[in-house]
């Protein structure tokens, strides 16, 4: 892609603003803790203290939007404490340029590295920034910064307060993760009935584990609703696609095909409803023409083999997810009785994340990280926005270095179009704001509401847009400063110009030192392969020793297959925006890789669907075809990052031995030919011709 290309598509994206679920309830909260903090230091008199406070009010509140899985006031209060600390060693620095300069460059730097542990983790570390910027403009002394510290956390703790204290949709993230992910396996068994080759995406079913991990504590108070649907999903999506696959299912004409299709659609009614049971903790609503197909018939199309396992193990499992969401609707959660406690996902507690943290945080140390290296760009960017903010006469300096941070994200696509987004909402922001002080002339508390009301609809509208949250924040930043007596025209002007220094130099700077990810699109797509093919390696173990199968290696091996699927994902998305010309991975290579490394995965998973009993008989040549491939996937992986060729001369050899030794019967075989067969279409799409070779040619 080119620049134009590549700069015009940010921009779109940036300025694009999206239809979506509002929250004005949650929204309603997040201003009464601003308006609650802003209007008790008004009270007491001190305009400047309101200004101050105002901003860990709305930090705090801003960091509980996000989506994270964590309490929200365990969030709000993380805030708060980030929020004082900075604050109180910017304010104890402010006095000397260079010694300040020296903190919010180190600060900054940490604070880059904050996103090794995830995106919530970076945005609480960037508002602490911000807040170091903003606050410190305050004149006071070292007993004044202690004070200024102590109100931001009390903005915090408000926050924090009045989540506790108004409860709005308890569980509720937990409860939309969970019927998210049924949702999408009910919309899955649709399309399968039309396509039996359709993909899944599994993201809402990671989005669901994360959701289910939980502290002991919250395990305790967990809605029954969230303790058992979770694992029934799991298992139910390979079943699906067992059942439809014309290969190892019901075939592909025919009264079998049709049995098989009103099956799935009826899954598809029975997952929804489970779904909306769990959405809104209310008891399940099945319609009987669903219930009526899912009834074993007496008589007239039958399935046999395969495909007739999957049809009792799905109706098996629906009835499973029934029973775990059908349960009486509570006032309260249920407590659970001594020794009879609910199993679920360990969460860490934050004392026991903090390892895990610093982990991160090493593992990322490195010049060719990507987070590494967006962490020493932030840092010399905010140090040049703050010293040409400091040195123009425009005052508000701070503005162009939190613009830039607030802006700055790892990769090239958020970073532009939040630039982009920025600026636009900044100057309407602005220009509303102003020519509303200009006309009207309010006094403090008028001034005081109109924020209060700018960061409500901020809370309400975030989510549809940055540019439409940076107009809200922009408002609220005229507004606020208009208590404090700020003048609206040097507040227009000023930061417009500054809110688009900032942003030129957040853009600049990742032009002159990037991290591109087209460039290890091969790396990841290495990573895919050797993580789908222990997975596969699993499963076929499982079919070889039976009696020595272990569920729990196969679905860790399942899980770091979807990881490294996802990984993959996001990185082709971030490279697709990219100015860059690709090396070694055109588009049409990466298209036909994914599709063969996500066949590869499918075959995996209706493998996985019949996996036998420990008592059943080890299926012949399953453990020769495991070892061979298991032998040729270091070398393979190799190969696709250095551009070598891919040989899977061992893995065919074996399964060809295997074909002639127990012909094509038997669920491992067949799953294996289909294995081999989407190894040699990821061999095909990486060779070095435009086209490759058809897979006729491939085949002994």
Known sequence: MTWSSALRETARAGLTVERTKLTPLVAVRGAAGVAIVIGLMLWLGNPTLAVSSAFGAFASGLATFQRSWRPRPVLALAVAVGLAVSTFLGYVAAADHVLFATLLTVWTLCAGMAWAAGPVSGLVATQTIAVMLVTVTLPTSLLGALEHAGLIAFGGLVQAALIVL??????????????????????????????????????????????????????????????????????IRPVLASLADP????????????????????AGAVLDAVARAIRWGRPVRLPAEAMAVLEVPASGPMLKGPARRSAYRLISL?????????????????????????????????????????????????????VGRHAVRTAVVVLAGYALGTALPLGHGYWAPMTSVMVMRPDFGQTYSRGVARFAGTVVGVLLAGALVAVAHPGEWVN???AVLCIGLMYLLMRTGYSVASACIAAYVVFLLGIAGGSWSQTVQARVALTLLGGLLAMAAYALFPTWETPRLRDRLADWLTANGRYGL?????????????????????????????????????????????????????RAADAALATMGRATM??????????????????????????????????VRERGHLDWTGPRAALAAWQAEVGDEGVAVRGADLLMDALDDLAAALSPGPGGRNRAARRP
């Open 318 to 370: 629906l009835g499973d997810a029934v029973d775990a969401t059908d349960e009486p609707v509570r006032t309260e959660p249920p407590r659970a009785r001594a020794g009879q406690e609910h199993r679920h996902l360990p969460r860490p507690s934050v004392p026991r994340l903090a390892p895990l943290v610093l982990s991160a945080v090493r593992r990322e140390a490195r010049w060719s990280s990507p």
């Open 448 to 450: 005081a509401g109109l």
């Open 247 to 266: 290969v190892l299912g019901a075939p592909a004409e025919g009264p079998e095909r049709d049995r098989a299709r009103d099956l799935l659609a009826a």
């Open 606 to 639: 209706l493998m996985e669907a019949h996996l036998p009993d420990r008592d059943a008989e080890p299926a012949k040549g399953a453990e020769a075809f495991a070892a061979a491939l298991e032998e040729a996937l270091p070398a393979a992986a190799t190969a």
């Open 538 to 590: 699993a499963v076929l173990k499982a079919f070889g020793s039976p009696a020595e199968r272990r569920p729990r290696r196969v679905r860790e091996a399942l899980l770091a297959s979807r990881s490294a699927r996802t990984a993959w994902d996001e990185a082709a998305a971030r490279a697709l925006t990219e100015p860059v010309r690709h090396r070694g991975l055109s588009r049409t290579k990466e």
């Open 166 to 235: 108004l409860p709005i949709r308890p569980w509720g993230e937990q409860r939309d993760a969970l019927a998210d992910a049924l949702a999408a396996e009910a919309d899955y068994a649709r399309r399968l009935r039309h396509d039996p080759m359709a993909r899944f995406d599994p993201q809402p079913l990671m989005d669901a584990r994360e959701a289910a991990e939980l502290t002991p504590r919250q395990a305790r108070n967990r809605p029954r609703q969230l303790g058992g649907p979770r694992g029934v999903a799991e298992s």
